[in-house]
């Protein structure tokens, strides 16, 4: 009998009440206990959503970060948030946002927030865990272990999730350089004390996340596994070892020797390594295979699944389990929400809680056979087929533009040295230039104004006027802050792909379909599903309204091909290559478009170039290669006086600073002031050739930078890159903070330019 289980599942809410529930907290208009029952709710209406599951993971939830989660468990916080009294969320909320509910005391105002970088390949972000060589561990798992209690308590056959020690070495950083895995002997022990505690509380199975086996692991590192496993081998509960996102490669043998009870494997990007595996385990072991796809929404086809899975099943009996492929973190929570949705559409598609229902089929069909759920395989195969020959996925005219893409698109018509010289002839800019990235605060008014337009309650003519009240706004607070490049404010904007996907052809839109990109921060993807076709302008008319306010120069703001592909659920018939070229032409046009209009700085966002790039070094270049190629044809119809910009935002760029170079914006903003200008090391092997702005300001974070703090990460950006190449900006769009913080913070930041360039006359 084949078993069923699941890896993770949605933590925000059907309704996003973590959300809510999070920012009424920090705002005081919450109390703790309200916010740990909501919790409590939330844990319970989810392990419900399970039923018929055999194993249902505990631990899973979070109320910011599993990573950070993990830290506070191993005793691991930063010195700089360790001496304040109160409850342990608190201090928690301070590692991951800078601050917890509004402060107490002057004393209690804030702390620099932890390092936050992007989960493996997705658009989840984590807090990164903090080391040096003096490192200590102690073990406090009260909450996990309350959550083991309270599925007990419900009837839940609970599997906890937790991270194991080799990854959670491995996402850190060791902030006086020292070795990493040095640490491995201290922790542990500390991982035997929570298995053991756990085991205490009744856990059997222990679900334990090592997918850094699915990236290159040098002999250190894959030594590092056999020492922990080992070491660990003797714990009373089942160790059953989670690796996704990938295959693993010249680490399947590593991973199927481990002294582990079960190893999962992604069955969706690893289908092939299934057979190999049967033959390196132990003939005691689980294998668990995750036969749904954890991180995409199209239904699985599940006919195609059977015929893979059943000789499989035959061989391991209940030795086998299935299961997504990672986490159901990544997907929406349920389909049935969506009620505007096109019907044929919602035929493709999977939710978490769908997805979950696939598994049982999967199962029942495994177990009893095929006739006792013919029903549910032959409606899944139907609208398969239908997706499959739809006339909604091909467009000719996009076929043919693709097929006139000519190496010629992606280039400029002279070098960076020449353009730049012809651009401060046109733009005058002072040394140091101020900018901000586009988005400013999107305040309750300016949903309440979009939400009433979109269910017809306000016209086309009262719309418009309230978002150039809006844009108006947004210019008079830059003019008097005295910022030199401005934007329009993205008032319009509700997402920066979902506002493009709404206005290209081959885009569709959930209602409800949101994820979690950090913390209380959810997002909500558009399914990308055929050919795309740009019928007219996007952001011209916003954008003309905006310059005609002012004489200083405002930023046409447009989001990439790159991260329209990497933040959008993605269409799985076609490589991601060419999804990408055809989004690339689609925002050439609108490029163009805006230069004609007598726009002279164009911003295009690649946020999420770096999240696509597979997981091993060894196949970045081909990834990179088509990447760039599509900026670049996005970008570079342009004549040498119009500048283009690009922004990139919490990721690790110093390994790809090369092809971020190739892009060949005039001018990169990137995300540096969390991390404390670490991105300038990749500086001392290379020299970048265009301008760049380094991050100054963290937005995530409700505290406001001083003008010292962004003078001391500007002078040590002056020390790589030259002077007369920098820009000075925040690290992210503005949307998410309040007025109240944007002033200040931005006034501190134009303060800081005027010191600097004081400091060269």
């Known amino acids: 009998m084949a078993l069923t289980h699941n890896l993770g599942f949605p933590r925000i809410g059907s309704n996003r009440e973590l959300k809510f529930a999070l ?3 920090w705002k005081g208009q919450r109390s703790l206990d309200e916010l740990y029952a909501l919790g409590a709710e939330l844990r319970r209406r989810h392990w419900q959503f399970h039923d018929g599951l055999d194993w249902i993971p505990v631990g899973d939830f979070s109320f910011y970060d599993q990573v950070l989660d993990m830290s506070f468990m191993l005793g691991n916080i930063p010195e700089r948030a360790q ?14 946002r800078g601050r917890s509910a509004p402060a107490a005391t002057p004393e209690d105002a804030g702390i620099t927030a932890g390092e936050m970088t992007k989960w493996f390949d997705t658009n989840y972000h984590y807090i990164v865990p903090e080391f040096s060589a003096a490192t200590a561990f102690s073990l406090d798992a009260s909450f996990l272990l309350a959550q083991v209690q309270e599925a007990r308590a419900q009837g839940i056959r609970a599997k906890p999730v937790i991270i194991g020690p080799v990854t959670y070495l491995a996402l850190g950083k060791a902030k006086d350089g020292s070795d990493r895995l040095a640490l491995l002997p201290r922790l542990v022990p ?21 997918p850094i086996l699915v990236t290159e692991l040098d002999a250190e590192w894959r030594h590092a596994f056999n020492l922990a496993y080992h070491d660990l081998k003797s714990s009373r509960v089942k160790l059953l070892l989670g690796t996704y996102f990938g295959p693993l490669q010249d680490n399947l043998r590593l991973a199927a020797e481990l002294p582990v009870a079960g190893l999962h494997l992604d069955g969706v990007q690893a289908r092939e390594e299934a057979l190999p595996l049967l033959g390196l385990m132990h003939a005691t072991k689980v294998l668990s295979l995750g036969v749904v796809h954890g991180r995409n929404i199209w239904k699985t086809d599940l006919g195609a699944v059977l015929d893979w899975l059943e000789p499989i099943a035959e061989r391991l009996g209940n030795r086998l ?5 990672c986490s159901l973190l990544h997907v929406p929570v349920d389909l049935e929400r969506e009620q505007a949705l096109d019907g044929e559409v919602k035929s493709w598609l999977s939710f978490a809680r769908q997805k979950l229902d696939e598994l049982k089929i999967l199962a029942t069909a495994l177990n009893q056979g095929r006739a006792a759920v013919s029903a549910e395989l032959e409606a899944n195969r139907i609208a398969i087929e239908q997706r499959r020959h739809s006339s909604r996925i091909h467009r000719s005219a996009t076929q043919a533009a693709l097929a006139g893409v000519t190496k010629q698109l992606g280039q400029r018509r002279h070098g960076y040295e020449i353009r730049a010289a012809r651009q401060d002839e046109q733009l005058r800019l002072p040394l140091f ?7 400013f605060p999107q305040t309750s008014e300016i949903r309440r104004v979009r939400r009433d337009f979109k269910a017809g309650e306000l016209d086309m003519g009262a719309y418009r006027r309230a978002m150039q009240d809006e844009i108006a706004r947004s210019i008079r607070e830059q003019e008097a802050l005295g910022l030199d490049v401005l934007v329009h404010g993205e008032a319009e904007r509700n997402d920066m792909v979902e506002y493009f996907g709404e206005q290209l052809e081959g885009y569709a839109f959930s209602q409800q379909g949101w994820v979690q990109s950090y913390g209380s921060r959810c997002v909500k993807p558009p399914i990308l599903l055929g050919d795309i076709h740009r019928p007219k302008a996007m952001t011209v008319d916003w954008i003309r309204y905006a310059q005609s306010l002012t004489e200083r120069p405002v930023k046409g703001m447009l989001t990439g091909p790159v991260t329209m592909l990497n933040w959008s659920f993605v269409r ?6 060419v999804t990408c070229m055809q989004l690339a032409l689609a925002i050439r046009e609108e490029v163009l478009d805006l230069e004609k209009a ?18 091993r070094a060894s196949e970045w270049q081909t990834y990179l290669d088509w990447a760039v190629a599509s900026f670049r044809v996005a970008a570079n119809g342009v004549a040498d006086e119009t500048q283009i910009h690009t922004h990139m935002c919490y990721s690790e760029f110093n390994d790809i600073m090369e092809a971020i170079a190739a892009m060949d914006a005039d001018v990169i903003t990137i995300e540096t002031s969390r991390s404390d ?15 760049m702005g380094p991050g100054v300001y963290d937005i995530h974070s409700p505290n406001i930078p001083t003008t010292q703090r962004m003078v001391d990460l500007m002078r040590k950006a002056a020390e790589r890159i030259p002077a007369e190449r920098l820009w000075v900006n925040p690290d992210c769009g503005l949307k998410t903070r309040q007025w109240h913080e944007v002033i200040p913070a931005l006034e501190h930041m134009v303060e800081a330019a005027r010191i600097l360039r004081d400091d060269r006359t």
């Open 598 to 615: 007598g726009v002279r700085v164009i911003q295009i966002d690649e946020a999420a170039l770096r999240e696509g790039l597979p997981l």
């Open 572 to 577: 799985d018939d076609q490589p991601r290559s």
């Open 321 to 325: 389990w299935l299961a997504p492929s």
């Open 677 to 691: 200008m670490e991105l300038l090391q990749a500086f001392d092997r290379f020299k970048y050739p265009n301008s």
């Open 83 to 96: 001496g304040f009294g109160g409850a342990w969320l608190d201090n928690y909320f301070r590692v991951a």
């Open 433 to 439: 230039p101020t900018t901000t990235i586009g988005s």
């Open 190 to 210: 500390i991982y035997r004390q929570l298995l053991e505690a756990l085991a205490e509380a009744g856990a059997e199975w222990v679900q334990i996340d090592e």
């Open 23 to 25: 920012e009424s907290y």
